[in-house]
């Protein structure tokens, strides 16, 4: 097995891992006869540590062997989410907690950690492609996976499986032929690395688009629900915008595997965005449900697209001793940006489907109008590296 495919094969079982936890762990708290709550603070716990990503980057920039701190936090993550769903209705809920909390806290390592190597496979832009589609996999399988364990054999093996999936991921990263840092000594420092994304133009502007971008995308799973109740009266609707999306995600990484994108990332990115945010308000205006379907398979295509051109954004751009540190971060930050998206949807869903999809659409256009500005007023570049 090459080692590009070992690295495909694991990126999309460790984020099948991770985006179906989600989803096994609320089935879990389900059963077990658990509070509402507790099924949020599972989840919360597992995302929230997200933002302790820098101090990770950090870590992997520094390391000689990138592959055992990898391939730690894969195991790690599986340990600590099968010990989790062991306490869930079993020990007290902050036992639960903790342990999946554990578990959150490798999590960046298991998307911009992740990626962060893969130039030393060398596949060039079209590895890109391939990676974003490991996340559209991983993120669709990974749900789908748990729901179905669920069903057949219960929502605790659900998750074990899952907490194996990501500690056969770690075994397949430890055999990676990644290049030894020779002078981990010259990583740059916390502070230095998260000022990356700020001194650098490109870097800075590509990030500004798609933290604002992940405001949208966070909260397009509820404006789903409330748009599809609003076009064909029933919530299920929703779920089939939702799956759509999915689609048209998958869709887009195919295609940009297939076909790489070509030229200058900062500026793929800007116009993929400004896409998504006219392809946004069309949807809000759509006269009938099968219009808004299209309108979402659009959506998650355009969105598998600009993805791809972010990641090749970080790479280009990113110094090589920081190179980690601008994945995870960029990673972390896009993640605790998706979760206000989705909470500022669910306070505003009053306002109906239609107005929150105009909204997002003037936020992600807001993103690219601030990153023009902003490349006129320091249109400097930045040496690739």
């Given at each position: 097995m090459s080692g590009l495919l070992r690295y495909l094969t694991a990126a999309v079982l460790v984020r099948g891992a991770d985006s179906g936890a989600s989803v096994g762990l609320l089935l879990l708290a389900a059963d077990r006869h658990q509070p509402a709550a507790t099924g949020g603070l599972l989840v919360a716990a597992l995302t929230a540590p997200h933002l302790a990503g820098p101090w990770l980057a950090v870590r992997l920039d520094r390391a000689r062997d990138r592959r055992r701190l990898l391939a730690l936090a894969y195991l790690g993550y599986g340990i600590a989410l099968a010990a989790g769903a062991f306490a869930v209705g079993r020990l007290p809920a902050a036992v639960a907690l903790a342990a999946v909390a554990v578990a959150g806290a490798c999590g960046p390592l298991l998307t911009g950690g992740l990626s962060s190597v893969l130039d030393?496979?060398?596949?060039?832009?079209?590895?890109?492609?391939?990676?974003?589609?490991?996340?559209?996999?991983?993120?669709?399988?990974?749900?789908?996976?748990?729901?179905?364990?669920?069903?057949?054999?219960?929502?605790?093996?659900?998750?074990?499986?899952?907490?194996?999936?990501?500690?056969?991921?770690?075994?397949?990263?430890?055999?990676?032929?990644?290049?030894?840092?020779?002078?981990?000594?010259?990583?740059?420092?916390?502070?230095?690395?998260?000022?990356?994304?700020?001194?650098?133009?490109?870097?800075?502007?590509?990030?500004?688009?798609?933290?604002?971008?992940?405001?949208?995308?966070?909260?397009?799973?509820?404006?789903?629900?409330?748009?599809?109740?609003?076009?064909?009266?029933?919530?299920?609707?929703?779920?089939?915008?939702?799956?759509?999306?999915?689609?048209?995600?998958?869709?887009?990484?195919?295609?940009?595997?297939?076909?790489?994108?070509?030229?200058?990332?900062?500026?793929?990115?800007?116009?993929?965005?400004?896409?998504?945010?006219?392809?946004?308000?069309v949807s809000a205006f759509a006269p009938a449900y099968a219009v808004a379907v299209a309108g979402f398979a659009v959506l998650g295509l355009l969105n598998a697209m600009s993805f791809t051109a972010t990641l090749s954004a970080r790479g280009r751009y990113a110094p090589a001793g920081a190179l980690a540190q601008v994945f995870v971060t960029s990673a972390g930050l896009k993640v605790t940006s998706a979760a206000a998206g989705a909470a500022l949807a669910g306070a505003a869903s009053g306002l109906g489907g239609r107005a929150l999809l105009l909204a997002a659409a003037a936020t992600t256009g807001l993103a690219v109008a601030a990153a023009v500005v902003d490349g006129k007023l320091s249109p400097a570049s930045v040496p690739a590296r």
């Open positions: 030393d496979l060398g596949p060039g832009r079209r590895g890109r492609g391939w990676d974003a589609l490991t996340y559209g996999v991983g993120g669709t399988a990974g749900p789908a996976a748990a729901a179905t364990l669920t069903a057949l054999a219960g929502p605790l093996e659900a998750v074990l499986t899952l907490a194996v999936a990501a500690g056969a991921a770690g075994a397949l990263v430890v055999t990676l032929p990644l290049a030894g840092h020779a002078r981990p000594e010259d990583a740059a420092g916390l502070r230095a690395g998260l000022a990356v994304l700020v001194r650098r133009g490109p870097l800075r502007r590509v990030t500004v688009m798609t933290l604002l971008a992940a405001l949208e995308l966070g909260a397009l799973p509820v404006v789903a629900v409330r748009f599809g109740t609003e076009l064909h009266g029933t919530a299920a609707a929703g779920a089939t915008l939702t799956v759509a999306y999915g689609a048209g995600s998958l869709l887009g990484s195919a295609l940009v595997t297939a076909w790489p994108l070509r030229g200058e990332p900062e500026v793929l990115a800007a116009w993929l965005f400004a896409a998504m945010a006219a392809a946004t308000a």
